[in-house]
């Protein structure tokens, strides 16, 4: 993992040579051009692209949180929890490719989803391609990296806090917020990072389900090392996507960190 990174790096500040060659000296014009700033004037096409899919990840992580916190509560208090999770690891034994070209077939002009709707005597939906698809494939594909780690953390918690918090005459929704939300809170961190992180440079579920028409960061990355071949911008956009998840988690660290001095004195 090193080695290619450290590649990445140095190849960050060459340029694109002939047949997408690396050739120097080193300049920072890659990282200028991501941010806009050309010989032409600023333009802010690769931060516009940053910022939708920043709102895009975020999207994602607030809609799989709000499905799947439950839902790991419902598999942790339920009699059949591991017949459960195994259907929510299920799809993990099916080619990850295989997975979304299936929702192809559920979203297209004569899929299941229209094919249903004509039963109905309604007219066909443009659901592929679209946004709702990709949001859709996205939540579906990366739910079950949050709802395992809050299963575990559900797992562990001491519902007597519960009930003794009832006991003193807090109502049912503040005993939960007080005395289990702050329980199953590393879980819920855990999750919405193994969520937010891959969500944000995905490009395989935008480019199939998209095609073409959904460009995020994580296509634009993809592109530079496929088709343009210019390694050169593709390893300084990827250097710029993995300095804002590192910034991100610096802060988190710190923040937790500052709390838990503070819990301490």
């Excluded at 300049?27 to 032409?40: I, S, V």
């Excluded at 249903?116 to 592929?128: A, I, K, Q, S, V």
């Amino acid at each position: 993992m090193v080695v290619p990174a450290l590649f990445m790096l140095v190849a960050s500040f060459l340029q694109r040579g002939p047949h997408g060659t690396l050739v120097g000296p080193p300049t920072l014009a890659n990282y200028l051009r991501f941010f806009g700033l050309t010989e032409a004037g600023f333009d802010p096409l690769y931060l516009l692209i940053l910022a939708r899919s920043v709102f895009f990840a975020l999207v994602v992580t607030l809609i799989t949180l709000l499905l799947g916190y439950p839902l790991a509560f419902a598999i942790a208090q339920s009699r059949h929890k591991e017949a459960l999770l195994l259907l929510v690891v299920l799809p993990f034994w099916t080619n990850f490719l295989i997975r979304i070209y299936a929702w192809i077939v559920i979203f297209q002009k004569k899929g299941v989803v229209n094919a249903f709707l004509g039963m109905l005597g309604l007219d066909p939906l443009t659901l592929y391609p679209s946004w709702f698809a990709v949001y859709t494939a996205t939540v579906y594909t990366y739910l079950p990296f949050l709802v395992l780690p809050v299963f575990t953390a559900v797992e562990r918690v001491d519902w007597t806090l519960h009930e003794a918090a009832q006991d003193l005459g807090a109502g049912r929704f503040r005993s939960f917020l007080h005395a289990v939300w702050p329980q199953t809170l590393p879980g819920v961190v855990a999750g919405v990072l193994l969520v937010f992180i891959p969500a944000l440079g995905t490009f395989v579920i935008s480019d199939l389900l998209g095609a073409g028409r959904v460009i995020l960061i994580g296509n634009v990355i993809q592109q530079q090392f496929g088709v343009v071949r210019d390694w050169a911008f593709g390893s300084a956009a990827a250097y710029v996507l993995m300095g804002l998840v590192l910034l991100g988690l610096w802060l988190y660290a710190r923040r937790a960190g500052e709390e838990g001095l503070d819990r301490l004195v």
